[in-house]
C-alpha cells in the first residue's frame, strides 16, 4: 500500500478515536474531525460551549506532507505522536512542526 495512504488511514482513525474521547467528556461542546486529502490537512475541532464562554478550537491539526506526518498543533495530554508511534508510524516520518526548527533536531523525530 502507498505509505501516503496508509498515513491517511492512520491518522483518520487517530483523529476519530480522539474527538469520540473529547465528546465523551462532560462539556457542552463537540469535537468533529476534518479530513482534506486533497491538501493533507486533518483536523480535530471542539465546538459550543464551555460554561459561559463559546468555545472554538483545534486542539489537534496534522498535515501530510509527502511521506511525512508534521503535527502542527497537539494541546492534547499524552500527545498525538505517542498515538501515531503506536499505530507503527516511524519517529522518522513525524516532524514536530510546532517546534522551532533549530529544535527539532534534538527532539528525536524528523526535521523536516
Same mark, same amino acid.
Given at each position: 500500500?502507498?505509505?501516503?495512504?496508509?498515513?491517511?488511514?492512520?491518522?483518520?482513525?487517530?483523529?476519530?478515536?480522539?474527538?469520540?474521547?473529547? =465528546? =465523551?467528556?462532560?462539556?457542552?461542546? /463537540?469535537?468533529?474531525?476534518? @479530513?482534506?486529502? $486533497?491538501?493533507? /490537512?486533518?483536523?480535530?475541532?471542539?465546538?459550543?460551549? /464551555?460554561?459561559?464562554?463559546?468555545? *472554538? =478550537?483545534?486542539?489537534? *491539526?496534522?498535515?501530510?506532507?509527502? /511521506?511525512?506526518?508534521?503535527?502542527?498543533?497537539?494541546?492534547? $495530554? $499524552?500527545?498525538?505522536?505517542?498515538?501515531?508511534?503506536?499505530?507503527?508510524?516511524?519517529?522518522?516520518?513525524?516532524?514536530?512542526?510546532?517546534?522551532?526548527?533549530?529544535?527539532?533536531?534534538?527532539?528525536? @523525530? =524528523?526535521?523536516?
Amino acid at each position: 500500500m502507498d505509505t501516503q495512504l496508509k498515513y491517511r488511514d492512520i491518522i483518520k482513525s487517530i483523529l476519530q478515536k480522539c474527538a469520540q474521547y473529547r =465528546a =465523551a467528556l462532560p462539556d457542552d461542546y /463537540n469535537s468533529q474531525v476534518l @479530513f482534506d486529502d $486533497e491538501r493533507g /490537512n486533518y483536523l480535530v475541532l471542539d465546538i459550543g460551549w /464551555n460554561g459561559d464562554k463559546y468555545l *472554538h =478550537a483545534t486542539p489537534i *491539526h496534522l498535515n501530510l506532507i509527502g /511521506n511525512k506526518i508534521w503535527i502542527q498543533y497537539d494541546d492534547t $495530554e $499524552e500527545g498525538i505522536a505517542a498515538d501515531l508511534l503506536e499505530a507503527g508510524i516511524p519517529k522518522e516520518d513525524i516532524v514536530l512542526g510546532f517546534r522551532h526548527p533549530k529544535v527539532r533536531q534534538h527532539t528525536g @523525530f =524528523a526535521v523536516a
